[in-house]
């Protein structure tokens, strides 16, 4: 089907800043721009749902694999925004499937809108409910309804026997970032998203208080104008002796703020610029002469 949308016309070949328009503007001034409904549909359908589909659900559930026991599956309920895509494109005829194209269309269409995460096999399809309870808040700075999993007080995900999926603004977390985060368990926790995460639950002056953190050094952060780095030693009992960094995102959010991380480091570090080399296997004072961190 791909290839039959491709081979259309020329539309898809046109400049890169009127596809860059539907991106950048909702749909309805992109149309006013001038936009073919092509790369608005592409934009609205496919990117949309796929930032919501792979970018929200598949890469935090491959995240949370250990180690390589494998891959999301390729066909299934993941690949809801080709669907969607190819159903948009024939709703409003801008293309013509064979008739054997648009019988599998309506196929998938169906299965999709009726059941959950899906495996198509050779001699079985296997599908599973969909959940009972699923909550979702609004990709900061998105244009065309892109989701993310949220919420701040209960399961995320729901399923009627019983499983759970709790998330904070799309990161997948276990159930005690939301119900009882602790400084023992934020300082034995390896993924450094969801210490973030349970971090912001307890507010970052509360955490450094009752953390019994010592401030080290602090100086300004060379690759990230007006931000500092902030090097704090633990107490013996945390991190087998390391140190904790703690330095603000290099880039802004989509909502327009930056995200602060707390970074394990060796404890014979006792500069921040030191420490802040180490994170990039790098010295500090290479560290001290970056012009921008990302």
């Known amino acids: ?6 081979s259309r016309d020329m539309a898809w070949l046109e400049a890169l800043t009127t596809t860059e328009t539907t991106r950048l503007h909702p749909p309805d001034e992109a149309a006013r721009a001038g936009a073919p409904p092509g790369h608005i549909i592409e934009a609205t359908v496919w990117e949309s749902l796929q930032a919501s589909l792979i970018d929200s659900v598949v890469a935090p559930i491959r995240a949370s694999l250990p180690g390589r026991i494998g ?7 993941h690949e809801g925004h080709r669907f969607a895509h190819y159903d948009a494109f024939r709703r409003h005829g801008l293309t013509t499937f064979r008739s054997d194209d648009n019988h599998f269309l309506d196929i998938f269409a169906a299965v999709t809108a009726s059941t959950g995460w899906w495996w198509a096999l050779p001699d079985v399809c296997i599908m599973a409910d969909r959940p009972t309870a699923l909550h979702t808040e609004s990709i900061p700075g998105s244009l065309h309804g892109e989701r993310r999993l949220h919420h701040h007080g209960s399961p995320a995900i729901e399923f009627a026997d019983g499983q759970q999926v709790f998330a904070l603004h799309g990161t997948i977390v276990p159930q005690w970032v939301l119900d009882d985060p602790t400084v023992e368990r934020i300082a034995n926790e390896p993924n450094i998203e969801i210490r973030r995460c349970a971090i912001e639950r307890l507010g970052w002056d509360g955490y450094l208080a009752a953390a019994d953190l010592t ?8 690759g990230n104008p007006g931000q500092r780095l902030s090097l704090y030693s633990t107490p013996l009992a945390w991190l087998n ?15 327009g703020h930056r995200r602060r991380y707390g970074l394990h480091v060796p404890g014979d ?7 802040a080399g180490w994170t990039y296997g790098i010295s500090g004072a290479d560290y001290a002469r970056l012009t921008r961190r990302t």
């Open 269 to 275: 570090v006792s500069n921040a610029l030191d420490a």
């Open 241 to 255: 002796g390391e140190r904790l960094l703690l330095v603000e995102n290099g880039s802004l959010e989509r909502d």
């Open 71 to 77: 891959v999301v599956t390729w066909y299934g309920q």
């Open 215 to 222: 401030l080290i050094h602090s100086a300004p952060d060379p």
């Open 1 to 6: 089907m791909n290839a039959r949308l491709r």
